[in-house]
């Protein structure tokens, strides 16, 4: 079974642009969540996705946004790039209710702002 | 809430030994999976094991275990015969099962196995 997959891997930013990054999770798992790591802040949730559906947010700002297609895979946009959101943005899946619960990350997405 | 607790900020091991690295954590949800990921220097965040809060048993996978002692709200880690492979951060994570499933996770454990 193909692993959650995240593109692109790497992004260079400018100040005040915009960005997408897009998560494609395993066959069969309907959930997609996502997380942003910092050396600062270490590992924080920002959403999750369920059926096309946000389920649960994070404590982030309104740049901060996500949307989940029919086919499961997930894309996360942030406006108005700031420095501070510069960062390793992981993405994860899971079947979501159904033993024996395990979430699967991908590889991840380096943002880097300049 | 759900807080995880991550004493060892690093650790030094001779290959071949064992290994446990230690983790808390504190929760109000009545039923939560507990999991514990590795994180090499390429930034994949890795799943190794998982324990659910009701699981009778200490969860097994080939040479890690995990050390679940419910009453102590803990969920150590066990790598056994470790490998230079090992060396990586890890991190301790839990989540509820129904509800929000997000993943908290602790500040984790740079792990480095010593030849």
């Known amino acids: 079974k193909a692993g959650v997959t995240q593109t692109p891997r790497y992004l260079i930013k400018t100040r005040g642009q915009q960005v997408t990054l897009s998560c494609s999770p395993i066959?069969?798992?309907?959930?997609v969540s996502w997380y942003q790591q910092t050396p600062g802040q270490g590992l924080q949730f920002l959403f999750e996705y369920f059926s096309e559906t946000q389920r649960n947010k994070g404590n982030f700002p309104g740049r901060f946004s996500g949307r989940q297609f029919s086919n499961s895979r997930s894309e996360m946009n942030v406006s108005t790039l700031e420095l501070g959101d510069s960062a390793l943005y992981l993405c994860a899946s899971s079947p979501r209710g159904i033993a024996p619960y395990e979430q699967y990350f991908g590889p991840g997405t380096r943002l880097t702002v300049t | 809430a759900q807080k995880i607790t991550q004493t060892q900020p690093g650790m030094f091991v001779q290959e071949k030994e064992a290994v446990t690295l230690d983790c808390t954590y504190d929760t109000s949800d009545p039923s939560y999976g507990l999991f514990w990921y590795k994180q090499p220097s390429s930034g994949e965040m890795i799943f190794l094991i998982y324990?659910?809060?009701?699981?009778?048993q200490n969860a097994t996978e080939g040479r890690y275990s995990l050390n679940f002692q419910k009453a102590r709200k803990s969920a150590n880690l066990v790598i056994s015969a470790s490998q230079l492979g090992d060396s990586a951060m890890y991190f301790c994570a839990m989540s509820a099962i129904f509800g929000n499933e997000k993943l908290t996770f602790g500040t984790g454990t740079r792990l480095t196995i010593i030849p």
């Open positions: 324990q659910g809060s009701y699981d009778q």
């Open positions: 066959s069969g798992h309907r959930s």
